[in-house]
Structure formats: C-alpha cells, structure tokens
C-alpha cells in the first residue's frame, strides 16, 4: 500500500500527535501533582502501579523529538500543555519553569516548520482540584478559563490550531462512571455533571481564546463506531444507547444545543441544575472539529439499571489493545459528522493509530497497514464529499499508555524506557515516505 501527498486534496495537513503526561516526564521542572500520580499510586489501578514520573522525559529531549517530527515530514505537531505544569496547586501562582516550557517547545516547532497544534488538557488534572471535586464541581468552568488564560496569554500567538479538551468521553464517561481513569469513579451522578462541565468548560475557554484574539480554534471528541451485536431490538436499541453516549451527546452539546433523549433517560435527573441554560457557552462557533478513531464495538443488550449494555464479543483482526481493526468506521464518522452536525466545517483526524507488541528488531508492516487502511477510509470520506482537513498519527513515540502502564505500544518511534533512546520504526519510515512522496 503506498500513499503520496498527491492522492489528498491540496493543503491536506499531515502530522504526529502526543500528550503531555504520558511523554513528558512529570516530576521535572516543578510540576505539581495531578490525580493520575494518586491513581497510579492506588493499588489495582494501573499495571504494575506505573507513572508519569519520566515517562519518555519530553520535558529534557524534546529537541531531538521536534527533530524526528520534522524529519518524517509531518506538517504539524499536535501537543498538549499541563495544567498542573503551569498552575501547581491548578489556581494561583503560576509556575515560571512550566510556561518557559512550553514557549521553548512552540518556538523549537516554529524553527522547524511545524505548525504547533495546542490541546489545553489531556486528562491530567491537578490534584489540588480533584481534591475539591474535580470536574463534578461546578467551580470548574471558572477555573479551566482561568488556566486557559494563563497559557494562551503566553504561547497564543504563535499556535497554528487550540482546542480546549481532549476526548470529553474519557474525560467523564470513562473516568467517572466506568472508573477506568482517574479519578476512578463509579457514579451516574458524577458522570453526568462531569460530561456537562467538561463541555461548558470548553465553551468558557473558546471565548477566552476568541477574546486573546486566537483563531483556528476546535475540539476533539473521540469516536467509537457502534453496531448491535444482532438484529434483535433490544441489541439495536442497546447499540443506539452506546453511540448516544460515546458518540452523539458531545456532538449535540456542541452543534446541536441538545443532548440525545437516549443519555438524558439515564443522566437527566443528575445533571446540574439549570443546565439547559448553558447551550449558548457550549455551542461558542468553532473553526474545525477534530475526530479520534481507533475501533468498533460490538454491542448488546443486558438486563439490568440504564444504560442495559455490554460489549459483545470482537471480531478479528484485533490490535494489542484488543480493539477491532474497522477502518470503515473512520469512513462512516466522517461522513456522517459532516451530514449531521458540522456541515462544511472542516474535519481533522487528530488521533489514529494502533498498539502493538513490536521491536526495533521486527518488521511493523502491522502498524503500516493499520495506518494504510485508516487512510484510505479517509480518501473514501473526502470521494463523498466530506471536507476532510488533515490527518494525524497516533502516536509519535511509545509512552505512559495511562492505566495500561507502559505495556502497549503506539509508537511510530520505539522507546526504551529503560536508557530513552529512541529508535523510529518502520512505520514511522512509511509514513515519512507517504508524506515526502
């Protein structure tokens, strides 16, 4: 399978993507703590209670890494800051080492060519607040606005593209309600205020950013195709409340000042009250959505309280995580996006990519053909009419993989965390002959 810049639109935008805590290493340069290093420090939590402490140490190599990002061809890079980088205690003072960080980091993109792509928060959230709540707490839309100011006041100007949150699913859903993340919560009234102040806090940060004067402003939502498990209607109608969860409450806070009939059975009687009143902070104009795709899922009915689903067998071909390898997916959310929520605004691919048990020594012609067939469900959006802007891979370089420790793999660069060399894959040479090409 072989792609070259020539099979996109002009002006088609190609890049890599990261996080801060999973690669930068989090006890450097006066970081205070976030509520992963409690969760990683509780028993049972992540695998072998590993952390962010080093990680890939970003923080003290990442010059070489804005090298290898460039080297490959990559138009952008899409980074993320720290919170509790920048804002130890998440209010307050701020720490100088933190901003002088990440003015180093987008100064070093812009010596190379690379457009600075800025996500605000990737799911580390300062312990300080999480003490007080976290995003359950109503407070949390002041405070994010707040850090939103703080960091755009001093790399604003020079970031190509901002979006406020990534993956609000995660953020909420997975982290509150299914207890996966931190803060490891099983609560429906938890989750349910966490999914509302995650997207009103978005809407506060976007009009901080419009009013610094920022353009080219979005957001990142995560995506997972959901099909019934059979023809039944109690598996048709589980599969309908999983895309309403996942997929579709995100998109109808944003684009359509509503949320599916299908979450409000379950989440209505804990949502904050007045939460009807806050559509207009939540749907602030954007300038491109970005769409995260790894996987379907397979699902069906199961007795029980709301939401009555479960995940159904997958099918093969799996990748190290287990997820179905469904490029058609990808495809279908595209199109579907554009028909149903976003119209002509442009749509990114900001994260794509898959784990797998690799090594320096081993072909990665799995990983290549991964990204290969991503692809061409992209090309086949763009032959519908899609107004498909730009594709990222997933990830850069191995790194902290969050409850899963450092154990699966998405790297297009290999780390050995043991010395943090880094060694690029062979997918990582695909991907730099595709864009050169």
Known sequence: MQFARADFPEGFLFGVATSSYQIEGHRFGGAGLTHWDSFAATPGNVVRAEHGAVACDHYHRWAEDLDLIAAMGADVYRFSTS????????????NAEGLDFY?????????????????????????????????????????????????????????????????????????????????GLRDIR?????????????????????DLGMQNLGAVCNFEWAEPASDSPEDIAAANRYDAIYNRFFLGGLFKGAYPAEVL????????????????????????????????????????????????????????????????????????????????????????????????????????????????????????GAPVAGYFAWSL?????????????FGLIHVDFETLARTPKASYHALAQWWRG
């Open 190 to 210: 938890a989750a349910a205020r966490a999914m509302h102040h995650v997207l009103l806090s978005h809407g506060r940060s976007i009009a901080v950013m419009r």
């Open 103 to 183: 003015d180093r980091l987008v100064d070093g993109m812009l010596a190379r060519g690379l457009k600075p792509a800025a996500t605000l928060y990737h799911w580390e959230l300062p312990q300080a607040l999480a003490d007080m709540g976290g995003w359950r707490n109503a407070d949390m839309p002041d405070w994010f606005a707040d850090y939103t100011h703080l960091v755009m006041s001093r790399i604003g100007d020079r970031v190509w593209s901002a979006a406020p949150i990534n993956e609000p699913w995660c953020v909420s859903w997975l982290s509150h309600f299914e207890g996966v993340h931190a803060p």
């Open 265 to 384: 059975a379950g989440l209505g009687p804990h949502l904050p009250k007045g939460w009807e009143d806050d559509f207009p902070t939540i749907m602030a104009p954007l300038d491109w959505l970005g769409l995260n795709y790894y996987t379907r899922k397979l699902v069906r009915h199961k007795d029980g309280p709301w939401p009555s689903y479960a995940e159904a067998p997958t099918r093969l071909p799996l990748t190290q995580m287990g997820w179905e390898i469904y490029p058609d997916g990808l495809r279908d959310f595209l199109i579907r996006t554009a028909r149903d929520y976003t119209g002509a605004l442009p749509l990114f691919v900001t994260e794509n990519g898959m784990a797998n048990p690799d090594r320096v020594d081993q072909p990665d012609a799995a990983r290549i053909a991964y990204l290969g067939s991503h692809l061409q469900a992209v090309q086949g959006a763009i032959a519908t």
């Open 83 to 94: 919170w509790a980088r920048v804002l130890p205690e998440g209010t307050g003072q701020p």
């Open 397 to 409: 370089m191995d790194n902290y993989e969050w409850s899963l420790g450092y154990e699966k793999r």
